[in-house]
């Protein structure tokens, strides 16, 4: 016993061993932004606010994403570390469970830091108030008859939007953008167009940036992700052209603080639809439509089918064409992408909805009666 003390007590001069206590502190800090919201969305709109400007500015001056190569090099340092530490241990005998303990310690200690970061950086936003209260979108529960009408409304608008765009020789719309790099700074003057209605969705972030590996994160199930650590947008430039302006949109709604992923959705439609690129306008009106058309089928499969009927045969092409570019990736790498995601938004305290059919809905659903009333 009374090695085992005196082990105990040489390991606890380790300095990095002090570092576990950030992973209690994070926890803490979560529990407490979520029993107060105020504190959440005082965070956001100032120590959020600058600390994600500053960093974002110096990575925005590289043209490529700086997360992506940090995490290629940290799969390379991971690695290494555990070939290198476990060879040590089998080689050298010598003192084995003071250097097994150090070489486990280590990366618990690094998971700590990693984690109260990402909850000082990001994670608190989590709390913060909804889009509703701070726009003033008045969420209700909806009727059926509502959500048909808006699903209509949404098919004039990309059914007309389409008529304008480009296709290729299989009938399928086509970027217009001679670059994504473009298509990326399109993406940034559309979003910075909302902060004279919206204030809290800040301009003068720089533009999303392209994945290298986009092929790979289709297999993974991934459109885009927002890295809290570099506050990079990232986007997947491998999936149909529609879809990429929203998806775009979509991560800088995440750059600005809200991390919800139903409220990024309808964020980057109002971006989109605020545009004054076609394309984008059209990609908004697609991501808005699929949500409400999906809720429409959940709520009622008659006018489901007689809204759905009423689609043009472009629209109608890229659909089928998006559905075909997801299928061939199905398989266990894409479940097992899924499962994480989803068991990180459950983490989050994500929730599918707040009314009847799902948030990105029934804001949909206010915007609506907003603008019609």
Same mark, same amino acid.
């Given at each position: ?20 206590i ?14 107060w ?41 991971v ?8 060879t040590?241990?089998?080689r *050298?005998r010598e003192? *084995?469970?003071?250097?097994l303990?150090?070489?486990l ?19 608190i ?29 949404l ?13 290729d ?34 301009a ?8 290298l590996?986009? *092929? ?5 199930d ?37 991390? *919800?992923?139903?409220e ?15 394309e ?9 439509f699929v ?16 809204a759905?009927?009423t ?18 990736f ?44």
């Amino acid at each position: 016993m009374r090695r085992f003390f005196q082990f105990l007590k040489k390991n606890l001069a380790l300095k990095r061993l002090w570092l576990l206590i950030l992973f209690p502190l994070g926890l803490l800090l979560t529990g407490f932004a979520a029993a107060w919201p105020d504190f959440a969305e005082g965070w956001a709109r100032t120590v959020y606010r600058y600390l994600s400007q500053g960093v974002n500015f110096l990575t925005s001056l590289l043209p490529f994403s700086l997360a992506e190569i940090l995490l290629y090099l940290l799969i390379i340092g991971v690695l290494a570390y555990f070939v290198v530490g476990i060879t040590r241990l089998v080689r *050298r005998r010598e003192k *084995r469970g003071q250097r097994l303990f150090r070489f486990l310690i280590t990366p618990l200690c690094a998971l700590s830091v990693v984690y109260f970061v990402f909850v000082t950086f990001c994670g608190i936003n989590y709390s913060r108030y909804t889009f509703a209260q701070v726009s003033g979108l008045p969420v209700r529960d909806s009727s059926v008859e509502e959500l048909y009408t808006l699903c209509l409304s949404l098919v004039e608008d990309v059914n007309s939007l389409r008529a304008q765009l480009p296709e290729d020789g299989q009938g399928v719309m086509v970027s217009g953008f001679s670059s994504q790099a473009e298509k990326a700074q399109q993406a940034r003057v559309s979003y910075d167009t909302l902060e004279a209605q919206y204030p809290t969705l800040t301009a003068g972030y720089g533009a999303p940036k392209p994945v290298l590996a986009s *092929r790979l994160m289709s297999w993974c199930d991934i459109t885009g992700i927002f890295v809290p650590f570099t506050f990079e947008a990232n986007v997947n430039t491998d999936v149909p052209d529609y879809s990429q302006p929203a998806t775009m949109c979509h991560e800088l709604s995440h750059l600005r603080g809200y991390m *919800r992923e139903d409220e990024a959705n309808f964020i980057a439609y109002l971006a989109c639809r605020n545009s004054e690129s076609i394309e984008f306008q059209y990609s908004g009106a697609m991501l808005a439509f699929v949500h409400t058309n999906n809720a429409l089928y959940s709520a009622d499969q008659e006018l489901w089918q007689a809204a759905y009927a009423t689609l043009s045969e472009g629209v109608r092409r890229d659909l089928a064409f998006n559905s075909a570019y997801w299928q061939q990736f199905e398989g266990p790498v894409s479940e097992i992408s899924r499962t994480v995601n989803n068991a990180y938004l459950q983490a989050n305290r994500q929730e599918d909805g707040v009314q009847s059919y799902g948030r990105v809905v029934d804001l949909l659903l206010a915007d609506y009666r907003a603008n019609h009333s």
